[in-house]
């Protein structure tokens, strides 16, 4: 999938203020945030200096904000601020897809004319960044590559002092980690590439994040099988367990009535009487009469 990063500021620049020579510039500014399954948001936020507005007049503000109007259509919200002699326009686009990206960072606001939508999207061949997505089942892999420049070997030096101050930015930030980057500035997850005037840079970042619903249906299902396995093992062993004999044995005693509900306790008969002259002692034995032996 192909998405365009391009730059018309320059261009725009050209047209309005190329036969002045004073102190101006632009900072543009774009972010990129992925979603494991390859959703995110596209940030564009672009400021002229007083001297820009004031050159440019209604053609520049007119273009910016039918661009903005443009957005809101297409689900996203844009605004406008001041800040330290800058007027900004911000536009912040949700995308569901990559390809869907790759049609916002195609575009971008048309100040050379005040009629129509105010969206451009003639490409610059100079400001390109290609992205691939590789879905996994546990893990999205995005690969976003691409050149980023404000080199203008061919400007006067008109053009030259105008621009003297501009930026250009570009900031990936991928959904779980950065595994790989070449010539960007890493903070946690985040690469950002930044230009100047007379500057260019390659972007390579490598990235991904977990893709959570599928790691959270596997969980699922093995927790689900845990439980019914604790549940078998339960009613095994309930299975296993030795008859209790305590019933069955009371059963076979002689004195053993069973109870009946609401009924009195059973009254065991008397130990029986045995009579009195076996209970006497026996005769004594006689005694013995001592023989003599014959001398």
């Known amino acids: 999938m192909r998405i365009r990063v391009h730059t018309r500021i320059a261009a725009i620049l050209v047209c309005l203020l190329l036969a002045l020579t004073l102190a101006g510039c632009v900072h543009a500014n774009r972010t990129i945030t992925f979603n494991s399954d390859g959703t ?19 053609t520049l503000t007119q273009g910016m904000d039918k661009f903005g109007a443009q957005i809101k259509q297409d689900g996203g919200t844009y605004g406008r601020y001041d800040d330290s002699g800058y007027t900004y326009w ?22 050379g004319s005040s009629s129509g939508s105010g969206v451009s999207s003639t490409p610059n061949p100079t400001d390109t960044v290609n992205a691939t997505e590789q879905p996994g089942f546990f893990a999205t892999t995005f690969h976003v590559t691409g050149q980023m420049s404000l080199v203008m070997p061919d400007a006067n030096q008109s053009v030259r002092d105008l621009l ?4 250009l930015s570009v900031a990936i930030t991928m959904p779980g980690w950065v595994s790989a980057q070449n010539g960007g500035d ?14 260019s840079a390659t972007i390579d970042v490598t990235g991904g ?5 599928h790691i959270a249906l596997i969980a699922g299902g093995v927790l689900l099988a845990l439980a019914l396995f604790i549940v ?55 005694e013995s009469t001592p023989t003599s032996t014959p001398e």
Do not use: C, W
């Open 232 to 286: 078998g093992l339960i009613l095994l062993r309930r299975g296993n367990r030795p008859p209790v004999e305590t019933a069955a044995y009371a059963s076979t005693s002689p004195y053993y009535m069973p109870t009946q509900p609401g009924a009195e306790a059973p009254t065991f008969p008397a130990t029986p009487a045995y009579p009195a002259d076996e209970l006497t002692a026996p005769p004594p034995l006689p």
């Open 40 to 58: 995110g948001t596209y940030t564009y936020t672009i400021g002229f200096s007083a001297q820009m507005i004031s050159l440019g007049g209604s």
């Open 164 to 167: 003297k101050d501009a930026r």
């Open 186 to 199: 890493l903070n946690g997850n985040t690469v950002t590439y930044t230009v100047h005037f007379g500057e």
């Open 209 to 213: 994040g977990l893709n959570l619903p």
């Open 90 to 111: 911000k536009y912040v686009r949700p995308f569901t897809s990559v390809t869907q990206l790759d049609t916002f960072l195609g575009q971008s606001p048309q100040t």
